[in-house]
């Protein structure tokens, strides 16, 4: 009796393993800066990471567990581990983020060299 307890609190135990998921994510480019979105459901701005370190960016976000059974599920509560590579044309120390309704929004802003100069002409 005691073996069979043991065993369902081990599964129980195991079906509580935390779940490490890539959020989808959709990157576009400014005139500015790159701007990263990542769907991230379920992650609240405290259990959000994000680090810069050498030429990479690392995110990692850990979905709240909320109480209860859902009664209709379409995304898996879990961690959320993504990383990018930055060149040094990025200015990492001014990037910015935000998390709004579970979308993490990323602007790592373009340095001067890399942005558009406008050059006027002048007529003669």
């Known amino acids: ?3 069979t307890t043991a065993q369902n609190d081990m599964r129980t135990a195991t079906d509580r393993e935390t779940v490490t998921l890539a959020p989808p994510v959709d990157i576009y480019e400014t005139e500015t800066a790159f701007v990263l979105l990542a769907d991230m459901p379920g992650v609240a701005p405290e259990g959000l990471e994000l680090i810069v370190e050498r030429n990479t960016l690392r995110i990692r976000g850990r979905a709240q567990e909320t109480t209860g059974e859902p009664e209709y599920q379409e ?3 879990g961690e959320y581990r993504s990383a990018f590579a930055i060149t040094d ?3 990492t ?3 910015t983020a935000a998390l709004r309704d579970g979308v993490l929004r990323v602007e790592i802003p373009k340095s ?3 942005r558009p100069k406008k050059i006027a002409v002048a007529s003669q």
């Open 1 to 3: 009796m005691t073996t």
């Open 112 to 114: 001067e060299r890399l």
């Open 89 to 91: 044309d990025l200015e």
């Open 93 to 95: 120390d001014r990037i």
């Open 75 to 77: 995304f898996e509560l």
